[in-house]
């Protein structure tokens, strides 16, 4: 403790200026600095593609509105779910790894610092270069301003011919950008987890958050390369006439998709796993259990990852494969299920026969199971090709994956934003506030999101600016956009409480949830150099061990 | 509006035109039916997953009299686990069964040889539609026979796109197919009723993706035999609108447009040969009525604001003249 209140002593003294803490952003190299920026960077561009999402709600409240132009609406979904992807999962991601892995490995810090403070400014710049696009889009030409071509812009419509300007090499670049830093955090969780883990702490007992984070970082190096091959061949096609994807001069439109969900199938589980990570550390804690069928859970994680490479071309049931093309990724894809199964199963053995505290990151865990759960039988449905073939490109598509990254993954960034704050600020959240967010979102995301799914089965394709009545597609419509007024309200909540809270919240104290992982045996904030005296562990929860020496983990173990 | 066609004979519009639930033709009707197999088992599932959720929260909640104490320490168990893998793989393996034999069932099926082979090719954002064996060249609306039990008539279709990629989805009828540049794909269906069928362009396409509507019109075989005589014919050339026609060759309207018998021979919009035997224009976007079709000619592009026909800046009175000869394009 000494070093401490010497570092407190002296605090008032240096009263640094505003220009003194920004310069300490840009040249810090602190794993948990660079954590709290990139979240904090991530929160800033969810607000901006959630606003965009919320434009295009309005628009399809009712058939034939013309409250936005085609033109406008088109580069808003391709914004909207760009930056989602790219410039809110992959950096919160990056966020929460980066502030807990070595934390929770009893490291201080990641074995690679300044090659962590280099990629978040490429995802940041990247984020930055990706909105830019509004204002210098239209380049030389003149025409075009954002992206519109959709997120996964099929070609050929990112072909110079269907898409004059700048705009798609805007959008290119800043994923390259993006994706040069999603690859360097990934290299560098890889070798933190490797080299950097405390006496005791052997592979099988290390929490199942950095198990889960090794996982994402190893599919990030696998998925990320070829997107960025992709991204710079269609580059040398728009500037050199390379031809891969322009068919108009004989090359490939169906290439490029195989490109696209070789990374974009794993994507989506590098999305989940985060989330699954977080779950699997909150749900045990507020049950008051430790994680069921720990080695299962790695096992089962490992399977999702491998499996998630062979299952690409289930995006691509309609582009008119084989009938034995198609059986293949509808096989591969439902074995996926399996060990997602396996997953809910065990946190609900975690549960069971628990003491369940119904704590907030314990409210939005068990809003992640329930959504989750829909969201894989929703994914199932989708996986029979058949029926994919009426539902895939519909809004029932649209709902599913909404289901999986708001209902899943959102919820857990929540929860996660609940459990760590006390850690990462030294003051608890707000828990009424907290209330307020939680059912305010819920009741907003079902009444967008279920009712989302309807259309869909009513033949109403996704990324439409608007339609015509008589469909039966209007109440559903109307519904899903007054939802996004809650969850509006809601994230609002959510803001006002990290704000005020920061000043005005209660004392945390090092371990308020009376955890079992290694970050709560610091002080909170965690101090620069994270543990005066490096620990040592015996088990998968060293803080049990303490807390129980008449009973602990590494008896059983 | 003229009588020839009969698509004013068709039944109204019937209910939920476009929904899965309610298919209407052979590969519809088995996606139904897997479709069915899939939701109940998911239902199923969901059922006993989150009932088993709801009752371990309930039963397992902190109650305020035993705040203190740890629950037991439970680290996991092997035969559960084992019981947990073996259950889900005995539902996957039985639905990939099922989903390999409609795969199979929809794909691999063997067409008649006198199935109606229709090519249709997806264009931003209007649909080409040639019947190569009939020489016919139409747009946008779909005209196929019956497929009645008695006399069952398949129709192929062939899809192809002139530029970016599209997709052909009518629900009642059968799942989307994709239309790829340089690529081939198929789709078949043998409608069970006569009457309207609607889908949508499936694929983002671009500006007016929202605005590449499909119309198939199902005929009695007799009636779909008249409707193809009547589009066998070359156009209408009737002495009243000479100057119309005049003004309407001698403007750039024949490089994109194609009315058999002129010189008109543009490829680049829909051919307008039987224009007024079209229920809408510029893929199902507005009707065609006569100021409709004025408005189209006038502006189009405040009509489907950023189509790939210009603004053709013409005057009222060559606006006069092109409107009355292409209303006589039966
Ligand atoms: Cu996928
Ligand atoms: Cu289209």
């Known amino acids: 403790m000494a070093v401490q209140e010497v570092a407190l002593a002296r605090a008032p003294e240096m009263h640094p200026s505003i220009i003194t803490r920004l310069h300490e952003l840009v040249v810090t190299v602190d794993h948990k600095k660079l954590g709290l920026m990139y979240i904090a960077a991530a929160l800033f561009f969810f607000t901006v593609a959630g606003s965009m999402a919320a434009l295009m709600r309005l628009q399809l409240v009712v058939p034939n509105n013309d409250f936005i132009s085609p033109q406008v609406f088109n580069r808003l979904f391709t914004m909207h779910g760009t930056a989602m992807v790219f410039l809110v999962g992959m950096p919160i991601l990056a966020g929460l790894a980066n502030y807990l892995v070595p934390l929770m490995i009893g490291a201080r810090d990641m074995a690679l610092p300044r090659l962590n403070a280099f990629g978040f400014w490429m995802f940041f710049f990247g984020g930055l270069l990706l909105y830019f696009s509004y204002l210098a889009g239209a380049g030389l030409s003149g025409m075009g301003s954002a992206p519109d071509v959709g997120w996964f812009a099929y070609s050929p419509l990112t072909a110079r011919a269907f898409s004059p300007g700048m705009s798609t090499d805007y959008w290119i670049l800043a994923i390259l950008l993006g994706g040069i830093g999603s690859i360097v955090t990934a290299i560098n969780l890889i070798a933190t987890i490797f080299c950097m883990r405390c006496k005791g702490m052997t592979l099988m007992r290390m929490p199942m958050f950095v198990w889960l984070m090794l996982i994402v970082a190893g599919m990030i190096l696998l998925a990320m390369p070829p997107l960025s091959a992709a991204q710079i061949m269609l580059l040398l096609d728009r500037f050199l006439g390379a031809m891969f994807f322009d068919t108009q001069a004989g090359g490939s439109a169906v290439l490029w998709q195989h490109f696209f969900w070789i990374f974009g199938h794993p994507e989506v589980y590098i999305l ?39 299952v690409w071309a289930h995006h691509m049931f309609t582009v008119g494969m084989s009938s034995i093309g198609n059986t293949f990724f509808a096989v591969t894809t439902m074995l996926v299920g399996v060990p997602t199964g396996i997953k809910i199963f065990n946190w609900l053995g975690t549960m069971y026969g628990g003491k369940i505290r119904f704590e907030l990151p314990m409210l939005f865990c068990i809003g992640f199971l329930f959504q989750f759960l829909i969201a894989g039988l929703t994914g199932i449905m989708l996986a029979a090709a058949p029926f994919d073939w009426q539902l895939s490109d519909s809004t029932f598509v649209v709902a599913h994956f909404h289901f999986v990254l708001i209902g899943g993954l959102l919820y857990t960034i929540f929860a996660a934003i609940y459990y760590w704050y006390p850690k990462a600020i030294g003051r608890m959240l707000n828990k009424k506030l907290g209330l307020w967010h939680f059912w305010l979102f819920t009741i907003g995301f079902h009444l967008t999101f279920d009712t989302m799914h309807i259309p869909g089965f009513l033949g109403m394709p996704r990324r439409i600016y608007t339609y015509d009545a008589g469909r039966g597609w209007e109440v559903f419509n109307m519904i899903s956009t007054i939802g996004v007024a ?23 104290g090092d371990d308020p949830w009376d955890a079992w992982t290694l970050e709560w045996a610091t002080t909170s904030p965690p101090p620069a150099y994270n543990f005066e005296v490096l620990p040592k562990v015996r088990s998968r929860r060293p803080l049990w061990d303490i807390k129980h020496p008449e009973d602990p983990d590494w008896r059983y173990e | 509006m003229a009588d020839n066609l009969n698509i004013h004979q068709i039944a109204v519009v019937p209910e939920q035109v476009t929904n899965i639930f309610k298919p209407l033709a052979t590969p519809s009707e088995s996606i139904y039916q897997i479709s069915l197999l899939t939701l109940a088992i998911c239902g199923v599932i969901f059922l006993i997953v989150g009932g088993l959720l709801v009752y371990t929260i309930i039963r397992f909640r902190t ?22 893998t073996v259950f889900p793989i005995l539902i996957v393996f039985v639905l990939i069964l099922v989903t390999a034999r409609t795969i199979s069932d929809v794909q691999n099926a063997t067409h008649p040889p006198d199935s109606l082979k229709v090519t249709v090719v997806g264009h931003q954002w209007w649909w080409e539609i040639r019947y190569p064996d009939l020489g016919i060249v139409t747009a946008n609306e779909l005209h196929v026979p019956v497929s009645d039990p008695a006399k069952p008539r398949r129709t192929v279709l062939k899809l192809q796109s002139a530029d970016v990629a599209h997709s052909y989805w009518v629900p009642q009828l059968s799942g989307k197919v994709d239309l790829i540049p340089n690529r081939d794909n198929y789709m078949w269906f043998d409608p069970k009723q006569t009457g309207l069928y609607l889908g949508n362009c499936a694929e983002y396409c671009g500006t007016q993706h929202a605005h590449m509507l499909i119309r198939v019109i199902v005929h009695q075989q007799e009636e779909f035999d008249r409707w193809v005589l009547e589009q066998q014919k070359p156009a209408v050339d009737n002495r009243e609108v000479t100057a119309g026609r005049k003004v309407f060759l001698s403007t750039s309207c024949v490089n994109c447009h194609t009315i058999s018998g002129t010189i008109a021979g543009g490829k680049f919009g829909p051919d307008l040969t039987h224009l007024m035997s079209r229920d809408t224009l510029g893929a199902g976007a507005i009707k065609n009525t006569p100021n409709l079709l004025r408005a189209w000619v006038h502006d189009p592009q405040k009509l489907k604001e950023g189509c790939l026909m210009p603004d053709m800046q013409l005057s009222q009175q060559e606006l006069d003249l092109i409107v009355a000869y292409l209303s006589t394009l039966k």
């Not at chain 1, 699954?276 to 999702?304: D, H, L, Q, T």
């Not at chain 1, 809650?486 to 945390?508: M, P």
Request: proline share 7%.
């Open chain 1, 272 to 310: 989940i796993m985060p989330a699954f990570a977080v779950a699997s550390e909150i749900i045990p804690v507020f049950s008051r259990k430790p994680i069921f069928g720990y080695p299962f859970m790695v096992a089962a994680a490992i399977m999702i990852g491998f499996i998630s490479f062979g």
């Open chain 1, 486 to 508: 809650l969850q509006a309200a809601a994230v609002l909540c959510l803001v006002i409480n990290l704000l005020w809270s920061a000043r005005k919240g209660e004392k945390a």
């Open chain 2, 63 to 84: 109650r305020s009299n035993d705040e203190q104490s740890e629950p037991p320490q439970i680290y996991g168990s092997n035969q559960i686990e084992l019981a947990w």
